[in-house]
């Protein structure tokens, strides 16, 4: 649990500073997640330890967007006299990425032979 | 007995207070959104903040007040991106089967999201400094903060329209794909981590682990796509 999680925040120390460092435009923790994932793919004894404790943090992943949800609040009068045009623009913009990511997706996987039969889960190894 | 003002007013200025009403918010909105078989309106995230807003407007507590207790759990979210990895380590081999369809689906997804909000902001009439923050709004916060203010938007203004991206994606997408008969928890799932980011990809894992997995890699491959598109798809339209 305790080497989980220090493992994890070092991910993250080193994603933070390879972008502070290089400028990518990619946050910290974005980094930090390659970084596990290469790290977890490299060791199975790795992979075993980080599984249970990234489930656990991951279980509640929704509550960590509340205290960032709750400064919103305080500042929708900054989309002025123009909030419901931009809550417009969200709304359909919104609907128009889910359905063509969605529909791309689900054609060239037709298309290259990668299709799934609709919930039909496979051996993947995630034992 | 000291009276209740006093001790709340000495208990409030502390983190404790604000940190277990945090807790207490999002688990009373769980429990509801539990207690409604996860219906899409009674989104955890949204039931959690207006019972929080709420409670700081009855109370008159300023928001660098609540965030000195919230700021702990506001911190653990760069901990839980890279906690991304374990789900896709466990779908690695069905991700790597797939990936040509999630780069086509991310790169069409991205696309859209920014083309299509400065196509209604604009037709609309919304200002360009406005538009500079609504472009990267279906990124994950930070990534949008930093390409609003290179293009001249309000930082403030980017984090509030990405969260209420997340927060529309997040409730539209199980009835939308309802809906239109999309079974397929892999496009589901990335579909929603390219439109609404993290926020998108929280509602993907209560719904399905596969959709989860889908949803993180969407979100974090958006996270860079989006850097490199905004600033030139706003360059082109605006």
Redesign the interface.
């Known amino acids: 649990m305790l080497q989980a999680l220090t493992l994890i925040l070092l991910c993250q120390l080193a994603g933070e500073a390879v972008a502070r460092a290089t400028g990518l435009p990619v946050p910290g923790p974005v980094l930090g997640m390659g970084l596990m994932l290469g790290l977890m793919a490299l060791s199975d004894r790795v992979a075993g330890m980080v599984v249970p404790v990234g489930k656990v943090i991951l279980r509640h992943l929704a509550l960590l967007f509340v205290p960032a949800g709750v400064g919103v609040v305080g500042h929708l009068d900054r989309l002025g006299a123009q909030a419901g045009w931009l809550l417009l623009a969200i709304v359909i913009s919104t609907l128009l990425a889910l359905l063509v990511g969605a529909l791309v997706f689900l054609v060239v996987a037709h298309l290259t032979g990668s299709d799934e039969r609709a919930g039909c889960e496979e051996g993947d190894g995630n034992a | 007995m000291r009276d209740f003002a006093e001790i709340w007013s000495y208990l409030a200025a502390g983190p404790l207070v604000w940190l277990t009403l945090?807790?207490v918010?999002?688990v009373a909105a769980?429990a509801l959104s539990a207690a409604t078989g996860r219906a899409p309106l009674a989104n955890?995230?949204?039931i959690?903040?207006i019972l929080?807003?709420l409670t700081?407007w009855v109370t008159g507590t300023p928001?660098p007040v609540?965030?000195e207790g919230?700021?702990f759990?506001?911190f653990?979210?760069?901990?839980?991106?890279?906690?991304?990895?374990?789900?896709?380590?466990?779908?690695?081999?069905?991700i790597r089967?797939?990936a040509?369809?999630?780069l086509?689906?991310?790169?069409?997804?991205?696309v859209?999201?920014i083309v299509?909000?400065l196509w209604?902001?604009g037709a609309?009439?919304?200002?360009r400094d406005?538009l500079a923050a609504?472009a990267p709004?279906?990124t994950?916060?930070?990534?949008a903060i930093?390409?609003a203010e290179s293009l001249g938007g309000?930082p403030?203004?980017a984090?509030?329209?990405v969260?209420?991206?997340?927060?529309?994606?997040a409730v539209?997408?199980t009835p939308?794909?309802n809906a239109?008969g999309?079974?397929?928890?892999?496009?589901?799932g990335?579909?929603?981590g390219?439109?609404?980011h993290?926020?998108g990809?929280?509602?993907a894992?209560?719904v399905h682990p596969?959709a989860?997995a889908f949803a993180?890699i969407?979100m974090?491959l958006n996270?860079?796509l989006t850097?490199?598109l905004a600033p030139l798809v706003l360059g082109l339209m605006v």
């Open positions: 945090t807790l918010a999002y769980d955890s995230v949204l959690a903040v929080l807003a700081l928001y609540y965030f919230a700021q759990v506001h653990l979210l760069g901990p839980a991106t890279v906690a991304l990895a374990v789900p896709l380590y466990q779908q690695r081999r069905r089967r797939a040509l369809p999630v086509a689906g991310l790169a069409a997804g991205s859209v999201a299509s909000a209604i902001a609309l009439g919304v200002e406005v609504l709004k279906s994950t916060a930070p990534v930093g390409i309000s403030t203004l984090a509030v329209l969260l209420l991206t997340g927060i529309v994606g539209m997408v939308l794909f239109i999309i079974t397929d928890w892999r496009a589901r990335l579909a929603v390219v439109a609404a993290g926020i990809t929280a509602r894992m209560q596969t989860g993180g969407g974090g996270a860079i850097a490199l």
